[in-house]
């Protein structure tokens, strides 16, 4: 390219570092070389000037739908080499049936993979509307279907990259569904005109606050044109799960549900996920969850109820059995289905997490939010029966009822502990000593009578008061 590179396409290279613009560059001349037939004797495919959408589906066909790399293919040919903003001439610079240029696929790189979200606005613009000219405005229903195409071939390079990190698809929830709903809740983020649609600045503010929009687009692209960085470390999706009889399950969860619900934890992707209960390995026996709960550190707990809806919540702390509440605003409620949330602490109360069990005087049961009585969710020690009370919302998380109906069955339950194993813990500095809490439940109840933060359940805390 040297001195004929556009001043545009030289910024944009500008970003890579010295080692990496030699691959930027040259995914132009790969695209050419991955399709066969037309190839002369210098190796270089007759086209020469031009990578046409059949070389991208070459490419990427593996990883991506085809409407998928339609979506890329129309967004490249709209980029404008001589505009500091692809897209913003309103039209494209070439019609799509004579193939992108090798100034607009930098720029289209530069711009999803280096890029700032003004940047990247236009081109999910492009990629969310089906016309060759790019609009000055979508719909969110045309993001919609953009997410799930983008978010499908996520979950398909997590397969054929053998990225599940000990997940196994096939023996988890429904993944065609799990991308629908995350593909709404990302939508849901979106704030349109009073038109419904959506312009450049609002996808902009949009994906500057929906970091997984920026990660997904970088993700698709750096597998699906094999653009190998040495300056970004492949990002990981999926938390590592240990310890799972999957012969004897189908998992609650889809891949793209674990990918909502993993960053939302404060150990977010280093911690395993291991299942301590199951209704459908161990019954429907309160007694037998409340083991699975103690001493295993942070847990997320998910729950179907009769009606089909999925929902549940994230516990930060060892739950103990007591009839005081416990937890801190770490915690939060989430629905699964029929839509994809989380709901977090509000800081109107301190009601996190309540586990109690064979006593007179006080409810026995398993609940998070709200109050006796009437909690965001709550699961009666006659294991099988439940309630999630909120009119309109629960005190401590905000959230509206999480079930069908507000009394609801249970249907199936799941318990995953999601905090560092013990074990893990022994190396980590200031954390060692601590070790004797995870053997002498004594110690431990003492401790927190005390006030004391119990560093050993699994997550980080902040330094205690050694005053306390």
């Known amino acids: 390219m040297g001195n004929t590179e556009s001043v545009v396409v030289q910024k944009r290279l500008s970003r890579f570092r010295p080692e990496e613009r030699p691959v930027v560059e040259g995914v132009f001349d790969k695209l050419q070389g991955n399709t066969g037939g037309t190839v002369g004797s210098s ?8 990578v046409t959408l059949e070389m991208l589906q070459s490419s990427m066909g593996s990883l991506a739908s085809d409407s998928m790399v339609r ?4 967004c490249i040919c709209s980029i404008d080499p001589g505009l500091e903003a692809p897209g913003s001439s309103g039209k494209t610079s070439n019609p799509t049936s004579s193939g992108v240029g090798r100034e607009q ?3 289209f790189l530069a711009d999803t993979l280096r890029g700032t979200a003004e940047e990247r606005a236009p081109l999910v613009m492009a990629m969310s509307q089906c016309g060759v000219a790019v609009p000055s405005a979508v719909t969110c229903e045309q993001v919609a279907e953009f ?6 071939a996520v979950v398909q390079i997590l397969v054929h990259r053998g990225r599940l990190q000990g997940w196994q698809p096939e023996r988890m929830g429904d993944g065609s569904l799990g991308v629908k709903l995350l593909a709404e809740q990302m939508c849901s983020e979106l704030k349109p005109s009073d038109q419904g649609v959506c312009d450049v600045s609002c996808l902009e503010d949009w994906i500057f606050r929906v970091s997984q929009v920026s990660l997904y687009m970088e993700m698709l692209v750096a597998e699906g044109l094999n653009v190998s960085l040495s300056g970004r470390p492949t990002p990981t999706l999926l938390p590592p799960c240990r310890e799972t009889p999957w012969k004897n399950i189908r998992c609650m969860l889809d891949l793209p549900t674990l990918m909502f619900l993993a960053p939302q934890l404060p150990d977010s992707y280093s911690a395993p996920w291991r299942l301590v209960f199951s209704t459908q390995l161990h019954g429907e026996s309160f007694t037998r969850m409340v083991a699975g709960l103690m001493k295993r550190g942070p847990t997320l707990l998910l729950l179907k109820d009769t009606k089909g809806h999925v929902f549940g919540c994230f516990a930060s702390h060892a739950w103990e059995v007591k009839p005081q509440f416990q937890g ?46 009437y909690f965001g969710l709550w699961l009666d020690s006659d294991f099988g029966r439940g309630h999630s009370r909120a009119r309109p919302k629960c005190t401590t998380y905000g959230s509206p009822q999480l079930s069908g109906e507000e009394d609801f069955t249970l249907d199936l339950m799941e318990v995953w502990a999601v905090g560092k194993p013990p074990e893990l813990e022994e190396g980590e500095e200031g954390q060692a000593k601590k070790s004797i809490l995870d053997v002498n439940p004594e110690v431990q109840a003492m401790m927190e009578m005390a006030g004391k933060t119990l560093h050993s359940q699994g997550l980080r805390e902040p330094e205690e008061d050694e005053d306390q």
């Not at 190796?43 to 031009?50: I, P």
């Not at 979506?71 to 129309?74: D, E, I």
């Open 71 to 74: 979506r890329v293919y129309q």
């Open 43 to 50: 190796g270089k495919t007759v086209t020469g000037k031009a």
């Open 328 to 373: 801190d605003s770490r915690c939060f409620l989430f629905t699964v289905f029929p839509t994809l949330r989380v709901y977090t602490a509000t800081g109107y109360n301190q009601h996190f997490m309540y586990l109690n069990q064979n006593q007179q005087t006080m409810p026995n049961g398993l609940g998070m939010g709200g109050q006796h009585g």
């Open 147 to 152: 997410l799930q195409d983008l978010i499908s």
């Open 105 to 107: 696929l930098v720029i």
